[in-house]
């Protein structure tokens, strides 16, 4: 694996810490717009999918490079975040309107690691990237979903 395809690893490697994190400080907003059981279930494929990413980096010889890229790409993903969210943890909406940027672009990055993959023929990466891609689809409809409700309810007060 190059020095490229271990940069993206931190790249997406980011998305994960900044998303479980994420979840983390607005858990209680989050928990009553979507349920206690799909925070569980993001947290529990943020853990399983932040570990595939150590091992497959580790198992690459490239931790370092991942690593170190993980953390430049978190420091400017959390200063976004921070940035949108603001003081409002407490707000549903509000975080449920940054994760669309930020699935959007955990998408187009897990997009890029699927090319290396297949670039490298590595089918380990390859359904790690197959199954985030799905999965950050996945959490952007939802988002999108909650949103439409909550703006059609809004609209009626």
Known sequence: MNEFAAKKLGEVLAFNRVGTETLEKGRAALVEALGE???????????IHGEEVMRIATEAGVIDTTL???????????????????????NATELLEW??????????????IKGVAEAINDENLMTLAEESVNWHYELLEMAEGQLETKGADKATE
């Open 37 to 47: 059981e799909k925070i569980l279930d993001m947290e529990e494929k943020n853990r």
């Open 68 to 90: 170190a890229k993980a953390d430049k790409t978190g420091e400017k993903l959390t200063q976004m975040r921070d940035l949108y969210v603001g003081d409002q943890w407490d």
């Open 99 to 112: 994760s669309g940027f930020f699935e959007g672009a955990a998408i187009v990055h897990w997009g890029l």
